[in-house]
């Protein structure tokens, strides 16, 4: 196929200023040179290619301006490469790139030229290098980047504070899961552009627990980030740093009790976790006791199934915030079911604290429902065999006058009477009874 195509395609080739090399394959605006065993770029690249695929070879060096005769060229395959590092220069006057794919290479080091002059280059793929070291200036430029993938390498450091809404308005996702960050600048995280933290990849590190990592995570976690969801699992922190014990911190966020967490404006919010199982039909109480012991408090309280609420935007006679911001809801439903998160506010010190309760509503235990449901079906048919027995029996003795039967039907008259009022609504506290080592956490 390949080679009945070849002369045709170096025909094609002829008429332009580059010439599609003889082991790649050229098409429309694809130069396909993938898995060629090539060790060094081809002298000539046909010049009208958008696309160039270089992937699969041996490339382990680039020279100078390697792509400057391809003005059209958007996207670069060069992944699965022995490339170490790059030159000063190699991408001179390929400015048009928009898609750079390096992954799967040997990089070392991303030095701050690397990428220079691409403004307008939309994703990186750095990913499964061996890149242990990144300079701060390396993304300085990258005006039109939207993803960048650097994971799977050995990376310790990450310059956060080089993105900004001003340099990076369009970026909004920055990969640096599996690498070995253990402890992040959390003031320059957190100061990050929304859009960027939104779609911040940081599982599989060597992250170490402290409650100004919880905090940041805890934050993510309340606004439902997918990237923490779809790798519940893989968020792991090691205490002390040591890395055999370790916490899967979005799973058991009781290490993390007694934090104080620190909203993004960094001033100080307390978290109590709470659980709380209750039945359908069922009252609860919520309080909203935090470590803010000042008495003029505004409470709101952001709930799964009304959304905010205040003591001004409730009108529901089935939830009711009271002024101490004990929040009641009359009667549960079990799509009442989730996280209810309360802030106080304290306005005159500038404080805001948040208290936290995992309400989880089930169905009636079922086994109640039948038993009433029997007894009730069970007198039915004691009625009907009276019934049957009073009077379409043929009569053949004298037994059938005594009215033997009557006591059974009242006994069971008497068991259909269930206590439904015995149920209480209790606030339970998380429990105490931590099976493993306790980790004291620092604030
Ligand atoms: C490369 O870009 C420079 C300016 O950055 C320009 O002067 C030069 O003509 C360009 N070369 C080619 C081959 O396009
Ligand atoms: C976690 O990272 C290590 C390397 O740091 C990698 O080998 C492993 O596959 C990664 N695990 C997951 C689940 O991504
Ligand atoms: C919750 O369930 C009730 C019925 O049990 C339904 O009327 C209501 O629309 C549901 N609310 C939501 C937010 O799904
Ligand atoms: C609450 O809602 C009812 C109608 O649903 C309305 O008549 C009443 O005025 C409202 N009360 C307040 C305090 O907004
Ligand atoms: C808040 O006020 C309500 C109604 O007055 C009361 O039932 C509840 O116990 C109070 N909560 C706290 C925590 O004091
Ligand atoms: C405190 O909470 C209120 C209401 O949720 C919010 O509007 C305000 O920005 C918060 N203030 C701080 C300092 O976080
Ligand atoms: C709340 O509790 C339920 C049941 O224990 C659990 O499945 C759910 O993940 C918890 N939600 C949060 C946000 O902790
Ligand atoms: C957390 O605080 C509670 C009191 O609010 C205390 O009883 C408990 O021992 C503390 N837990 C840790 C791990 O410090």
Not at 47 to 71: A, E, Q, R
Request: with cysteine; aromatic share 10%.
């Amino acid at each position: 196929m390949t080679f009945r195509l070849y002369p045709l395609l170096v025909l094609l080739c002829h008429g332009s200023d580059g010439v599609c090399p003889p082991m790649c394959i050229c098409v429309s605006d694809t130069a396909g040179c993938s898995s060629c065993g090539l060790t060094k770029l081809p002298q000539s690249l046909p010049t009208y290619s958008v696309i160039l695929d270089l992937s699969h070879n041996y490339l382990s060096w680039l020279g100078v301006g390697s792509f400057k005769k391809m003005p059209k060229l958007e996207k670069l395959l060069l992944t699965h490469n022995e490339l170490v590092s790059l030159e000063e220069g190699v991408f001179t006057n390929a400015s048009s790139l928009r898609y750079l794919d390096l992954s799967s290479n040997k990089l070392r080091v991303v030095e701050q030229h690397y990428f220079q002059g691409l403004w307008k280059l939309e994703e990186l793929l750095l990913f499964n290098n061996k890149i242990t070291q990144l300079e701060a200036g390396m993304l300085n430029g990258l005006s039109s980047l939207k993803k960048a993938y650097f994971s799977l390498n050995q990376i310790t450091y990450f310059p956060f504070f080089s993105i900004t809404d001003h340099s990076h308005p369009f970026m909004s996702m920055l990969d640096l899961s599996s690498n070995r960050l253990s402890r992040l600048p959390w003031v320059d995280v957190k100061a990050l552009p929304m859009l960027v933290q939104r779609g911040l990849y940081l599982h599989n590190n060597s992250l170490i627990c402290d409650c100004s990592m919880y905090s940041v995570f805890w934050h993510w976690d309340l606004r439902g980030y997918e990237t923490l969801r779809d790798f519940t699992e893989e968020h792991t922190c090691t205490i002390y740093g040591n890395t055999r014990s370790f916490v899967r911190f979005l799973r058991q966020p009781r290490f993390f009790r007694n934090c104080t967490v620190e909203k993004p404006m960094s001033l100080p919010v307390t978290v109590f976790l709470s659980k709380l199982t209750v039945t359908e039909g069922e009252m609860v109480r919520l309080d909203c006791e935090t470590s803010l012991s000042s008495r003029d408090l505004s409470f709101a309280w952001l709930t799964p199934s009304k959304g905010y609420i205040t003591q001004t935007s409730i009108n529901d006679t089935l939830m009711s915030l009271f002024p101490n911001g004990t929040l009641d809801i009359q009667a549960t439903k079990v799509n009442d079911s989730g996280l209810y998160v309360c802030t106080a506010q304290d306005m005159k010190h500038a404080l805001n604290a948040t208290r936290e309760v995992n309400v989880t509503v089930v169905l009636p235990q079922t086994e109640t429902f039948n038993t009433g449901y029997t007894t009730l079906i069970a007198c039915m048919l004691s009625m009907l065999f009276i019934f049957v027995y009073l009077y379409l029996t043929p009569c053949r003795c004298s037994c059938c006058t005594q009215p033997g039967p009557r006591s059974v039907f009242s006994s069971s008259r008497r068991s259909h009477h269930r206590s439904q009022s015995s149920k209480r609504v209790a606030f339970m506290e998380p429990m105490l009874t931590e099976e493993k080592t306790e980790w004291p956490p620092k604030s």
